[in-house]
């Protein structure tokens, strides 16, 4: 099974993501993650790509596209896998569909959350991640039982480099240039499911659920 997740920055992909793959036992590949990993152990990687996402640009479709390559072959992917942050541009998707038959997934759906982009704003500049598990949390909308603190690890709280206000601009502009065109991309194809975004976590994970039960 392959479940990509789409949506704005700060639609609560990563917040969804962390209870789809414990409920439906899916290995999570975010390039997100896979990216703030390498930068932050300074590998090639990590450093040809911190220029773009400090910007809120997209990291070129080439190193993208063997991150995933790469990561969709690890044995945990064969069982079923959910993309988070990827593909973001008609390339990547481009990519993805002619890989994924030598890889022997296909995919299931493409679920699209989406929010209101004052929300969005929001949402990003009050947002703190664990240092440890990546888990995310936010100061007013869901905030840890001790300040700073990760509830699943115990981790420290950091604030993402790219979540200031005129950052998170930026990747709002470039969601819309970039990505939004995925939306008609995969509802050409039949396989999009749109949740409404903009209600509590628990809700729109009710919502995800149903569609997913019906694969
Ligand atoms: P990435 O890490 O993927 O960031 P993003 O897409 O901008 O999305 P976010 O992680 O910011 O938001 P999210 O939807 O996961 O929201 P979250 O659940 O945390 O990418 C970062 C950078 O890496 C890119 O800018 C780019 O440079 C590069 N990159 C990555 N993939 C790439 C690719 N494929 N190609 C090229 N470049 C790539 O939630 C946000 C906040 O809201 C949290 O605080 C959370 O607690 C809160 N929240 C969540 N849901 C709700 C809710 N329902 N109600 C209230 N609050 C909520
Ligand atoms: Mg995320
Ligand atoms: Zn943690």
Do not use: W
Request: proline share 5%; glycine share 8%.
């Amino acid at each position: 099974m392959l479940i990509i997740l789409l949506g704005p920055p700060g639609a609560g992909k990563g917040t969804q993501a962390e209870r789809i793959v414990q409920e439906h036992q899916l290995a999570y590949v975010s390039t997100g993650d896979i990216l703030r990993n390498a930068v932050k152990e300074q590998t090639n990687l990590g450093r040809k790509a911190k220029q773009y996402m400090d910007q809120g640009q997209l990291v070129p479709d080439e190193l993208v596209v063997e991150i995933v390559k790469d990561r969709l072959t690890d044995p945990d992917c064969a069982e079923g896998a959910l993309l988070d942050g990827f593909p973001r541009t008609v390339t990547q998707a481009d990519f993805l569909e002619q890989a994924l038959p030598g890889i022997g997934i296909n995919i299931d759906r493409v679920v699209s959350i989406e929010v209101k982009e004052e929300e969005l704003i929001e949402r990003l500049t009050g947002r703190r991640v664990c240092s440890e598990c990546g888990a995310s949390f936010h100061l007013k909308f869901k905030p840890p039982k001790v300040r700073n603190v990760c509830d699943v690890c115990g981790g420290d709280l950091y604030q993402r480099d790219d979540d200031t206000f005129e950052t998170v601009k930026e990747r709002l502009e470039v969601y819309k240039k970039q990505t939004e065109p995925l939306i008609a991309y995969y509802e050409k194809k039949g396989i999009l499911s749109p949740v409404d975004g903009n209600q509590d976590i628990d809700a729109v994970f009710n919502q995800i659920n149903k569609i997913l039960e019906k694969i």
